[in-house]
């Protein structure tokens, strides 16, 4: 059976950071790519980052670009999200996503598993 669990959100402030973390389990992690998504109340879920299974290809949303850094670690199952210089409008419920198809990375549909989200909640 196949888990994503992700973790580290919370409320931080305009300007603060945070660092989330999605922990797999039940598959070859290694051979999946996995992405960050996001959903805030009232939109629809948008793509966030990317990153391949060496960390070779990696893919931001213009909107984080230079604030958030995806990483990975295949040893630990484990894929991260660095946020930095969060904004209020960064405010939304973080999920983490593996894929193993060749398709894009930016639609929610390509993606086979997801976990259960993380709530992050920027104050200004």
């Known amino acids: 059976q196949v888990q994503l669990v992700a973790s580290g959100g919370g409320l931080v402030q305009a300007g603060g950071s945070l660092r989330l973390s999605c922990a797999a389990s039940?598959?070859?992690?290694?051979?999946?790519?996995m992405g960050w998504f996001r959903q805030a109340p009232g939109k629809e879920r948008e793509f966030v980052a990317a990153?391949?299974?060496?960390?070779?290809?990696?893919k931001y949303a213009d909107a984080v670009k230079g604030r958030f850094t995806v990483s990975r670690d295949n040893a630990k199952n484990t894929v991260y999200l660095q946020m930095n210089n969060l904004k209020p409008e960064d405010t939304a419920v973080y999920f983490c996503?593996?894929?193993?198809?060749?398709?894009?990375?930016?639609?929610?549909?390509?993606?086979?598993?997801w976990g259960q989200g993380t709530q992050v909640t920027v104050s200004s």
């Open positions: 996503a593996a894929k193993e198809n060749r398709f894009g990375v930016l639609s929610t549909n390509n993606y086979n598993y």
């Open positions: 990153i391949n299974w060496n960390g070779g290809a990696i």
């Open positions: 039940g598959l070859t992690f290694s051979t999946y790519v």
